[in-house]
């Protein structure tokens, strides 16, 4: 039976993964920087572990509580949208912390173990917005973006071990806690100067004719954790489908 290490599992995508994962009768470690057990599935194979990507101690603790792992996941993040002139450098390196420096974290901490065993999965959660440029989300696309490069050039390295590296990157899901879990960190980013313009872009966000659920998320990653070939891009969700199509 296959184990799969989904990192962000509080809410969102990461749930959403993890009740697939554990629905197709994997083994799965379900991290959270605050664990909740009533969120998952009770089950002998749904195992909630604290994780915080940002700290190694975390990131080391985590990992042996888990055991031995097929699949690792990489889905924790956190979103901001705003005004890049309006944005603090201390933000944008908090964003930069777990959405891209998590993520090499997260990845460097496996790939020991990967690699000696000769194979392994790992699955790095972008965005949509890396297909097609999108207002007020510059640092947000930044971070996911250097995933993007980062995992197309990680694949190339690793293929000679028997490891496989994937993106999946999610359409707009406005079920998500993208601007909730922000919330803090998007006050004043929006000043005056701005506010026309936002409030055009928020009104288009409800005339979208395709947006993500949460499980069309879940299947992309399930879909590229059990891929054998050489893709490298799942988008996921109509929206996202139909602008990889176009890009």
Not at 178 to 200: C, D, H, I, K, V
Not at 211 to 218: I, L, N, Y
Request: net charge negative; aromatic share 8%.
């Amino acid at each position: 039976m296959k184990t799969v290490l989904i990192t962000g599992c509080s809410s969102g995508y990461g749930l959403e993964t993890a009740r697939h994962f554990h629905a197709q009768g994997w083994n799965v470690v379900a991290t959270m920087r605050t664990p909740r057990e009533d969120v998952v599935p009770g089950s002998d194979r749904l195992h909630v572990v604290s994780l915080d990507v940002t700290r190694p101690d975390s990131i080391a603790a985590a990992l042996e509580a888990s055991g031995p792992i097929d699949v690792l996941v990489n889905n924790a993040g956190i979103g901001l949208m705003g005004a890049f002139e309006a944005t603090p450098m201390t933000t944008v390196r908090d964003v930069f912390e777990t959405n891209t420096f998590g993520v090499m974290a997260m990845t460097q901490a496996v790939l020991p173990r990967f690699r000696a065993r000769g194979s392994g999965v790992i699955v790095n959660v972008t965005s949509s917005a890396t297909l097609a440029p999108m207002p007020l989300v510059a640092v947000y696309t930044a971070s996911k973006t250097a995933i993007e490069g980062f995992t197309a050039s990680l694949a190339f390295e690793l293929e000679e071990f028997g490891v496989r590296v994937k993106l999946v990157e999610p359409g707009y899901c406005p079920n998500t806690r993208f601007t909730s879990n922000g919330g803090a960190r998007m006050e004043g980013l929006f000043p005056e100067a701005y506010a026309p313009f936002a409030q055009r872009i928020f009104a288009s966000f409800g005339q979208l004719a395709a947006v993500t659920s949460e499980s069309d998320v879940a299947e992309a990653i399930w879909r590229a954790a059990n891929d054998t070939s050489r893709t490298l891009r799942f988008p996921a969700g109509p929206d996202a489908v139909a602008l990889a199509r176009s890009a």
